[in-house]
């Protein structure tokens, strides 16, 4: 508990701070290249037939997602908090390279836990980081995933905690860090509102986004929780079937149960074992939820559906094809969706999608998917 009081009391401190709120401002415009546009995905639309479509453009943030946002918050306030060295866990690596990247930006240490199964599967990102100068640590146990990466980052944080901040990648663990990581996710719906409301001259009729552990939606959905007649909708990933082990669909599949210090939907077996996950994408991989998600799911702010891994591939070529862009596939779930709804729906009414990350990193398993040799 006294790690996490200390950082509850140091990031209360810091975000009542003027200093603090222009310097991460500053960054966030000079360094990451917020903000970032909102995109009106013209030829998508007329393919759709039916709602306008606008993409939140997260791609276009340095290091190609939305991670940034909330890595270089936490960095900062490392540094404010008097810690030289910061650790992180990483799935797919993503994460880890916005640590890494705000690590070097700020001159702080840098470790990031990995499962050994995920460094496998993400070779280029571990050589990423550690060009970034940061060290990259193997996880052996378990299924040698994040979750396992998880672990390990909360062991290394509670016995180094008087030099070390944990930065934690998703609105997941124990409190400040849901909290924490939503605030510095939450620019970007503040900002596409204004944008919204600017280019479409009303609110979206729905706003879309994937959900991992959900920092993408929970920072694009902030802005708009408080406009009732504005629906929201989450995206999870149905990977290969319904069966437990085959999907990471917490609201689908998950009870109430505590992971990683958080009481959320979890994905366990009868005896409360946490379930193994499947999805295409690495960063939707996960079997438990941001506690914030199991509120609006209860009190049915936001509904949840998932989308499957094949649905998810052909629409990550469908924008491609129509939009001049390669999406992550965690965020290709959300363009399913919107392909599932748009036609639907009429076309005065406009759907606002998270257009979390680029998907220059999927390239190469998209291809071994599909059977091309590269
Ligand atoms: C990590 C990641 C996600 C999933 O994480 P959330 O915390 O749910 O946002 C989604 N999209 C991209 C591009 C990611 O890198």
């Known amino acids: 508990m006294a790690p996490l009081e200390e950082l509850t009391e140091a990031w209360h401190e810091a975000r009542r701070d003027r200093a603090f709120r222009h310097e991460l401002a500053g960054l966030l415009e000079t360094y ?62 993503q994460h880890g390279v916005a640590v890494a990247t705000a690590a070097a930006l700020l001159g702080l240490r840098c470790r990031v836990y990995m499962g050994t199964e995920d460094e496998r599967r993400q070779a280029l990102n ?99 929780v408080p406009y009732r007649q504005v629906e929201l909708v989450g995206v999870e990933a149905g990977g290969r079937g319904t069966r437990l082990g085959e999907h990471a669909a917490r609201f689908a599949g998950g009870e109430p149960g505590v ?48 989308v499957d891994d094949s649905e998810a591939v052909d629409a990550f070529h469908l924008l491609s094809e129509l939009e001049g862009i390669v999406p992550a596939l965690e965020t290709a779930h959300a363009i399913a969706y919107v392909a599932r709804v748009a036609p639907r729906m009429g076309s005065g009414q406009a759907i606002l999608v998270s257009l979390s990350g680029r998907g220059d990193k999927d390239v190469a398993e998209v291809a071994r998917l599909e059977g091309v040799t590269l």
Not at 137 to 145: P, S, W, Y
């Open 32 to 93: 990451c290249g917020r903000p970032t546009p909102i995109s009106f995905a013209a030829r998508l639309t007329k393919h759709l037939g039916g709602a306008g479509v606008y993409l939140k453009r997260e791609d276009l943030c340095h290091t190609g997602a939305h991670k940034i946002n909330n890595a270089l918050g936490q960095c900062l306030l490392a540094r404010r908090m008097g810690k030289a060295r910061v650790i992180a866990e990483t799935g797919a690596g």
């Open 126 to 224: 571990v050589y990423r980081m550690k060009l970034l100068g940061a060290e990259v640590v193997g996880v052996e146990a378990g299924a040698r995933t994040l979750k396992d990466a998880i672990n390990e980052s909360l062991r290394d944080w509670v016995t180094n905690v008087a030099t070390t901040h944990y930065v934690l990648g998703s609105v997941l663990g124990p409190h400040p860090y849901p909290a924490m990581v939503r605030e510095f996710q939450s620019v970007i719906g503040s900002e596409a509102l204004l944008q919204i409301r600017k280019q479409h001259r009303s609110l979206p009729k729905l706003v879309v986004a994937c959900v991992g552990g959900g920092s993408n939606a929970a920072g694009i959905f902030t802005a708009f």
């Open 259 to 306: 992971l990683h210090g958080t009481r959320s939907y979890v994905l366990q077996d009868q005896d409360g074992l946490v379930a193994q996950t499947h999805s295409v994408s690495a960063g939707l991989d996960y079997p438990a939820v941001g506690p914030e998600h199991a509120w609006w799911h209860d009190t049915r702010r936001v509904a949840y559906v998932r």
